[in-house]
């Protein structure tokens, strides 16, 4: 499998495998007063509407990619490990938009409020640029993401704040 297949194959599993149906969600701006975390996401949303931008953002249990995408991306496939991705694309008329760099960081906590290592890396395959990062889950652990992106070149930060719980059993 060649690296952009690879990445094809990754960005449709992650947000295939998002959840079910996603209903539509307002234009809203950045998130709430300064310091306030952005309210929760419906569950089965998988992309926040920015206005010029829409952050597209995921997490599943990396046991779902398949062996091929695993290895491209050094993940390992397991029940007990989630995957998060996410990805900022510009909108542009007539297309389903333009992927962009920025500077994103996520910070993931269980619901007791302990902190997982969740360091994204970058992923750039062709046109398509993301963000990525893979850490251990306990059976049954809800876990709460807080994301924060800034396209390059673009002063506004974008938050989203979403749940998810995995089961490894």
Do not use: W
Not at 41 to 68: C, R, W
């Amino acid at each position: 499998m060649n690296h952009q297949t690879a990445c094809l194959a990754l960005v449709a599993s992650l947000f295939l495998a998002a959840c079910g149906p996603q209903p539509g969600t307002p234009a809203q701006g950045p998130a709430g007063r300064a310091g306030a975390p952005p309210a929760a996401e419906a569950a089965g949303v998988a992309s926040k509407d920015f206005g010029a931008y829409v952050v597209h953002f995921n997490a599943i249990s990396t046991d779902q990619l398949s062996p091929e995408v695993a290895k491209t991306y050094d993940i390992v496939r397991s029940r007990n490990r989630a995957l998060l991705n996410v990805s900022i694309v510009r909108k542009v008329e007539g297309t389903i938009g333009q992927p962009v760099p920025g500077a994103v960081t996520a910070v993931v906590a269980n619901d007791t409020g302990q902190l997982k290592d969740a360091n994204l890396r970058e992923i750039r395959e062709g046109e398509a640029v993301y963000y990525i990062a893979d850490f251990a889950v306990s059976d049954g652990e809800t876990l709460v993401f807080t994301i924060d992106a800034t396209p390059i070149n673009e002063t506004s930060r974008f938050s989203v704040r979403f749940t998810r719980t995995f089961y490894a059993e």
